[in-house]
């Protein structure tokens, strides 16, 4: 028996129907995941689905004295008593990202060895610490009397005394592999009101660097 024309009309009916909602699901909520469809006469949606991936990634921060670039040296002042002296030590920092450096003194002086002095006379002769480093931005120094970056001392006035850390230290720039950093130590003739006793004098200096916080 065939089906009356009734029936056929209705069955027509639904398939519209079914398209239409088909065509109108995916537009109705941007959030949902999208579906691709084969190609088809009928246009619906898109014809790929795509998805995004956000790949993150850090890198750390590295600091610290070039190969065969750190201040090791000694200082041969000769007569401090009589004679002016200076000398410069240089260095080459490797660090990325900014960063601090510091100088911390033995004995916060030039110290006679042995130290045996008596009223009228002094085992120490003070002297100066300049530092100059070289960096992305420039130049950046600071100057200090040695009594200032004794190791212990309290009270310090100087912006590189001590130990370097993240937030110690007198603040550089980046700097990597620059030429033109140095530490200079140096003084005039000694004009102090005591008398300089006889001996040999010396002093150890500890440079240290960190990256900045």
């Not at 790949?55 to 750390?60: D, H, K, Q």
Request: proline share 6%; hydrophobic share 40%; charged share 10%.
């Amino acid at each position: 028996m065939r089906p009356s024309k009734h029936n056929h009309s209705q069955l027509l009916r639904v398939a519209i129907a079914s398209l239409a909602l088909a065509w109108c699901g995916p537009a109705l909520a941007s959030t949902a995941p999208i579906t691709a469809y084969y190609p088809n006469p009928y246009g619906l949606g898109p014809d790929h689905a795509s998805m995004t991936v956000d790949v993150l990634a850090s890198v750390g921060g590295t600091c610290g004295f070039a190969t065969n670039g750190a201040p090791n040296g000694a200082v041969h002042a000769g007569a401090i008593d009589t004679t002016a002296w200076s000398e410069r030590v240089s260095f080459t920092a490797e660090c990325t990202a900014p960063w601090r450096i510091a100088v911390s003194s033995a004995n916060g002086a030039l110290q006679a060895t042995p130290g045996n002095s008596s009223a009228g006379y002094t085992d120490k002769a003070p002297y100066t610490v300049t530092l100059n480093v070289a960096s992305d931005a420039g130049v950046v120094s600071g100057s200090c009397p040695v009594a200032q970056i004794e190791q212990g001392i309290s009270g310090s006035t100087c912006n590189f005394n001590g130990t370097a850390s993240a937030s110690n230290g007198l603040l550089v720039g980046r700097s990597y592999d620059l030429a033109g950093s140095y530490i200079e130590v140096g003084a005039p003739a000694y004009a102090g009101t005591d008398t300089l006793i006889a001996g040999t004098y010396g002093d150890t200096l500890t440079v240290t660097i960190s990256p900045a916080s």
